[in-house]
């Protein structure tokens, strides 16, 4: 249960790996939500749509939770998620989040989440 509810905090951290399998995932959970929301809108009816909707919402918000803990692991404040806005800059945002490690030990905004490895 501990772990569903780190699905809506934005506080601490993630790692690269645990990032890039999170991102993962909710591109296939959004892009499967939205072609059921098209598929029982235009076939049944718009009320079967509404779970599919919910759906959505719900992995864009984990997608943006986990995005602004990755920028904390990078030691950057969470309302960088929009600089996802500036053509170009996005571009390379998105490969320093999946690419630069993070810092190590802890920072401003909690533990290493690679602390048991960083120890020497």
Same mark, same amino acid.
């Given at each position: 249960?501990?772990?569903?509810?780190?699905?809506?905090?934005?506080?601490?951290?993630?790692?690269?790996?645990? =990032?890039?399998?999170?991102?993962?995932?909710?591109?296939?959970?959004?892009?499967?939500?939205? #072609?059921?929301?098209?598929?029982? *809108?235009?076939?049944?009816?718009? #009320?079967?749509?509404?779970?599919?909707?919910?759906?959505?919402?719900?992995?864009?918000?984990?997608?943006?939770?986990?995005?602004?803990?990755?920028?904390? *692991?990078?030691?950057?404040?969470?309302?960088?998620?929009?600089?996802?806005? #500036?053509?170009? =800059?996005?571009?390379?945002?998105?490969?320093?989040?999946?690419?630069?490690?993070?810092?190590?030990?802890?920072? *401003? =905004?909690?533990? *290493?989440?690679?602390?048991?490895?960083?120890?020497?």
């Amino acid at each position: 249960m501990d772990t569903f509810l780190e699905l809506f905090s934005f506080s601490g951290r993630a790692n690269r790996a645990r =990032y890039f399998w999170h991102i993962l995932l909710d591109d296939f959970v959004v892009i499967g939500a939205v #072609i059921s929301l098209g598929v029982l *809108d235009l076939i049944i009816a718009p #009320i079967f749509a509404l779970p599919a909707i919910g759906v959505a919402l719900a992995a864009a918000w984990a997608a943006l939770v986990i995005t602004v803990k990755r920028l904390h *692991d990078l030691d950057r404040p969470g309302w960088h998620v929009l600089l996802f806005w #500036i053509p170009l =800059y996005n571009i390379w945002l998105g490969l320093v989040l999946l690419l630069m490690p993070g810092t190590i030990g802890p920072n *401003d =905004y909690g533990p *290493d989440p690679l602390g048991h490895l960083s120890q020497s």
